[in-house]
């Protein structure tokens, strides 16, 4: 009867008005969601909404540049040899079920992630080992590293600080709570997942943290829920924003759909200057790319003009080398490579003469569901075929190609991707896409190998002294763009779609400006 | 009938047996390095080849398909290779939304295929016939992914009188989930807002998956009626004085459905499979969006679980296609 009488009462309402919502609508975030919760288990793009709202860390970049900060810690000291590194943390943080933070839990999450080996602990596995990580006081960190590594705390904003008292009853197998934490949570952020609502790439709720170390007082109207529904396509995404079914894209807006989104009344376009380098890979292991004439050749032959200015309508900065723009420790008078076909064709000629073989088609591989890449890739094919080479695009995911870079024989000719900000150093780009102790990595995947810029990267890696780091950096930079190993083409400009009712949006080239606890909704 | 029964599913076993081999198969020497996947970003050679080692990922291809095989028969589909979750877990949590769709849209081909056919057919080469062959011709032509962003730009966009995508409006929450079929919990947790919000998030979608089952449903409908008009019964009927109508609906349609319900069975399947395009665009929680973005990050357990739970679908939908027709026409099951 129940059921007769709901349905009855569906029919008539379903011929008479659309369901209106009574209560204001949340916070709707079309921006992508990770494939688990769990912070020690995956590192990449999308988790970073999880890590910057749910969890905190030692320390945590804000702004645009990015400033180092601290964050759980409140102040570090290093011992001269830089091996001895000492936390002392800040008083009276409370995770999520209102036990404080200690010692001990920053000891536990490191250890987690150091033995369960995934996720961003590759940041830190070459140098440290969960037994050299100790607490020496109820609010004091030790880490021992086995060699000196200067990145370690620009690193430090990627580990989450999680609550062990949260996991230990749901640890299965000695799997660390991996299972349970993929789905729940156990952190001390901004925001607490609602439980049970979680899935993955699918939803996620959460809800503001009352007692957030950091306060409130900074933003009084501060969002208290916000439903994360990603969005898979774009051409949907983008119609879902102007009609306000949700509040926020993710934060590659096609280049195309800017205009449209400003000429709506309810939206808008959050433009940032961002640290993520556009780049065609060359695998220089392999003929015709270990010329160094035929690499010119190819550098010169891509219109970045056309490319950055027609094709992507400006939206983006040009990139004449492996480090943003943006970041310190890049040349200042690094000189861009040109689009010349002149002078493309003369390094061709040369690279003939040397014996290198131009003849046989090139293969590009693009990751065919990012849609620049695809254009980018087109555009070359034409231009290359004026200089009589052949260009062979290849269709391919992000997985496909970063599994086949784990060896030089597998790695494509050509392929093409960003490097994002994962942390804010020259290591994330020029150290680990040209040392060649990475080959075998994906970002080292263009296989070049420089015994010169070898040893000028491994010494800004131990150096602690940051005008010298600068200095070698710089130095590797200079050399690495003159062996010209791969085409860099731009630098970011992260654009994402906003309701205007979203009020604080703050970008950081860590996280994408996806840090909900500055932001408020218009009333 | 129980042996015709049991003889179809029997056939249906060696099928899937088949295809959990050859899609396992597949799954791993295609390109992609699951290990690599999971590792993540900012992985070393060595943390992968310690994945690889930990997932059983450097064992021979035949030694890791008898594992599959294994663990299939005991009912264990593997946990996601990225989520860490159990794969039976989160494609039943997927399945409803996808199987949901699929009805709404077979009613819709089906219910309005047939009389569509039965009418093209009894106004053969008439004004009605040659609209229902346009529109069965540009349903099976058109990119339903085309279809689908016209619908959402004239429906949602111009008209504002459906919504875009999801399966429910974002601060309306989800009913208590009992069957995941959101217009039957709906109705058990007696929210008619909600059903009446679940029913509007499906018309889009519905009508695009329906469009191409509907003309092929029109199609074969018409010929089939087209043939059983030739046939001496008719014309004994139509002797015998019976009504236009009566004779169309009880003898005609009777002997020439049974070639339209074995396209019904087959269209259940390429629903199925066409929902993956649909659910994308739509940003339909269900199987197809599941399986993309399992393809997307290489996670071949969850693929092959999508896999063999569309199979064993269709091969369920095929042997209730079998038995639907021995009783419509008894003559299938004796042969």
Redesign the interface.
């Known amino acids: 009867m129940h059921l007769l009488r709901s349905a009855f009462l569906a029919l008539v309402m379903l011929a008479a008005q659309p369901a209106q919502a009574q209560a204001p609508r949340p916070l709707v975030w079309g921006d992508t969601l990770p494939a688990t919760l769990d912070p020690h288990a995956i590192f990449d793009v999308p988790s970073q909404f999880v890590l910057l709202n749910v969890y905190d860390g030692l320390y945590r970049y804000q702004g645009n540049p990015p400033r180092l900060e601290p964050w759980l810690a409140e102040s570090h000291t290093v011992s001269a040899d830089g091996l001895t590194w000492d936390f002392t943390l800040r008083a009276g943080v409370k995770f999520h079920d209102g036990s404080a933070m200690t010692a001990e839990d920053v000891v536990y999450s490191f250890r987690r992630l150091l033995t369960m080996n995934r996720g961003p602990s590759a940041a830190f596995t070459p140098v440290l080992t969960p037994d050299r990580v100790t607490a020496t006081g109820p609010l004091t960190v030790r880490f021992v590293l086995s060699s000196p590594y200067s990145p370690f705390l620009t690193a430090m904003p990627l580990v989450a600080i999680v609550n062990p008292r949260a996991i230990a009853p749901n640890v299965v197998n000695n799997d660390w709570g991996a299972a349970w934490l993929a789905v729940n949570s156990a952190g001390s952020g901004a925001y607490s997942v609602l439980p049970g609502n979680y899935q993955p790439r699918v939803s996620l709720d959460i809800q503001r943290f009352p007692d957030f170390f950091r306060g409130w007082a900074g933003n009084p109207r501060p969002v208290e829920t916000v439903r994360a529904r990603p969005v898979m396509e774009t051409s949907t995404r983008v119609l879902a924003l102007l009609r306000g079914e949700i509040d926020a894209t993710d934060s590659y807006l096609p280049t195309d759909q800017v205009e449209r989104v400003e000429r709506n009344p309810r939206t808008r376009v959050a433009r940032d200057e961002s640290m993520r380098v556009f780049v065609i890979r060359m695998n220089n292991m392999r003929s015709p790319f270990n010329n160094r004439d035929a690499r010119l050749c190819l550098t010169h032959a891509f219109n970045y003009e056309g490319f950055n200015n027609v094709i992507l309508r400006g939206f983006v900065v040009r990139n004449g080398g492996p480090n943003p723009n943006n970041l310190w420790g890049n040349p200042p008078d690094l000189v861009p490579y040109a689009f010349d076909l002149t002078r493309a064709r003369a390094h061709c000629d040369a690279a003939r003469a040397a014996g290198v073989d131009l003849s046989r088609p090139l293969e590009i591989h693009v990751q065919n569901e990012l849609e620049q890449t695809v254009q980018a890739a087109q555009m070359y094919q034409a231009d290359l075929r004026r200089l009589g080479i052949t260009l062979r695009i290849v269709p391919n995911t992000w997985p496909g190609i970063t599994s086949s870079t784990t060896r030089s024989e597998t790695t494509p000719d050509m392929w093409i991707h960003w490097v994002s900000t994962y942390f804010v150093d020259p290591e994330n780009w020029v150290g680990q896409m040209y040392d060649s102790q990475f080959h075998g990595t994906w970002k080292a995947s263009s296989w070049y190998s420089n015994p010169e810029v070898d040893r000028l990267l491994r010494a800004a890696r131990t150096s602690l002294n940051r005008e010298e780091r600068q200095r070698l950096y710089a130095d590797a930079t200079r050399r690495v763009v003159a062996d010209a190993p791969d085409i860099w083409v731009y630098n970011t400009v992260n654009l994402r779609g906003l309701s205007r009712r979203i009020e604080g949006y703050t970008f950081s080239p860590v996280g994408s400006g996806g840090e909900i606890r500055l932001m408020s909704l218009a009333e | 009938m129980l042996a015709y029964i049991a003889r179809r599913i029997a056939l249906a076993l060696p099928a899937l047996f088949g295809l959990v081999v050859l899609t396992f198969i597949l799954s791993r020497v295609i390109?992609?390095?699951?290990?690599?996947?999971?590792?993540?970003?900012?992985?070393?050679?060595a943390?992968?080849a310690?994945?690889r080692a930990r997932y059983g990922l450097d064992r021979p291809i035949m030694e890791q398909a008898w594992v599959h095989m294994r663990q299939v028969l005991s009912g264990d589909l593997g946990n996601?290779i990225?989520?860490?979750?159990p794969v039976s877990e989160?494609i039943a949590?997927r399945l409803p939304a996808t199987l949901e769709l699929t009805f709404v849209a077979l009613l819709l081909a089906t219910c309005l295929g047939i009389p569509l056919g039965l009418l093209a057919a009894l106004n053969h080469n008439g004004p009605i016939d040659h609209l229902v062959r346009v529109l069965s011709v540009g349903g099976l032509a058109m990119a339903s992914f085309w279809l689908a962003?016209m619908l959402?730009?004239q429906f949602?966009?111009e008209w504002?009188?459906l919504?875009?995508?999801?399966r429910m409006?974002?601060?309306?929450g989800l009913p208590p989930r009992v069957t995941g079929f959101l217009l039957i919990d709906?109705?058990?947790a007696?929210?008619?807002?909600?059903?009446?919000?679940a029913?509007?998030h499906l018309v889009l979608p519905a009508v695009t998956l329906a469009l191409p089952g509907l003309a092929t449903i029109a199609r074969f409908t018409r010929s089939g009626v087209l043939e059983a008009l030739q046939k001496d019964y008719v014309l004994y009927a139509r002797a015998a004085g019976y009504g236009r109508f009566r004779l169309a609906t009880i003898y005609v349609l009777r002997n020439a459905i049974t070639v339209t319900v074995t396209q019904i069975g087959l269209l259940f399947g390429a629903l199925i499979s066409g929902a993956v395009a649909i659910e994308?665009?739509?940003?339909w929680?269900g199987l197809g969006?599941y399986a993309?973005?399992a393809?997307?990050?290489?996670?071949y357990k969850a693929l092959l679980a999508v896999t063999l739970v569309v199979g064993v679908i269709y091969a369920a939908v095929n042997v209730l296609v079998d038995v639907a027709q021995a009783l419509i026409d008894p003559r299938v099951a004796l042969q």
């Open positions: 390109p992609g390095d699951p290990a690599a996947t999971l590792a993540g970003d900012a992985a070393t050679p943390q992968i310690d994945i996601s990225f989520s860490g979750r989160d949590r962003i959402q730009l949602s966009m504002d009188l919504p875009l995508r999801g409006d974002v601060p309306l709906s109705l058990l007696g929210r008619g807002d909600m059903f009446v919000d029913a509007r994308a665009v739509f940003d929680p969006t993309v973005q393809i997307l990050s290489a996670d």
